[in-house]
């Protein structure tokens, strides 16, 4: 038995407002290619260069949900769940505010906006606001994360 604590956070741990801020990564064009094969979204936005140049973005863009998952992605790394999250549970709303593209460096903000105690659970709902943000501080997508989280033992 690991009698190590988890690194993550436990649900009493949590308080309205506050904030965690993420690392930052960069989008790749292999991220993309990997996304559309793994995710089978092969539209030209996203996979031809020479389609994407006529289109007001003028380039190629990640997948939306691609920026969803790295998200993700970054908020896991930060390790505030890191043994602690029962699952995550909604995404209870989101938007797409302007393109992450080929090289865009992102990072996100996550700050509690709701906490409810789930007893049967031994746990809780952790209601988060995400806003990832690009290299020129501007919000790329932003939207509303429910994760459930774990009671102290």
Do not use: C
Not at 10 to 35: C, K, L
Not at 135 to 153: A, F, M, S, Y
């Amino acid at each position: 038995m690991n009698s190590t604590e988890p690194r993550g956070m436990y649900f009493e741990q949590f308080e309205v407002g506050m904030q965690i801020v993420t690392s930052s990564r960069t989008v790749t064009e292999a991220d993309i290619v990997n996304f559309a094969g793994l995710s089978g979204d092969f539209n030209q936005i996203h996979t031809d260069a020479i389609y994407a140049s006529t289109t007001p973005f003028g380039q190629r863009v990640a997948h939306g949900l691609l920026g969803v998952a790295i998200a993700s992605g970054l908020a896991v790394q930060t390790g505030f769940m890191e043994g602690t999250i029962l699952a995550f549970r909604e995404i209870a709303q989101w938007k797409f505010s302007h393109p992450i593209l080929i090289e865009d460096t992102i990072h996100v903000l996550l700050q509690v906006k709701d906490t409810k105690t789930m007893p049967r659970l031994k746990g809780g709902a952790v209601t988060m606001n995400l806003t990832v943000r690009n290299q020129k501080d501007e919000t790329v997508q932003h939207g509303q994360w429910v994760v459930l989280i774990q009671n102290r033992p």
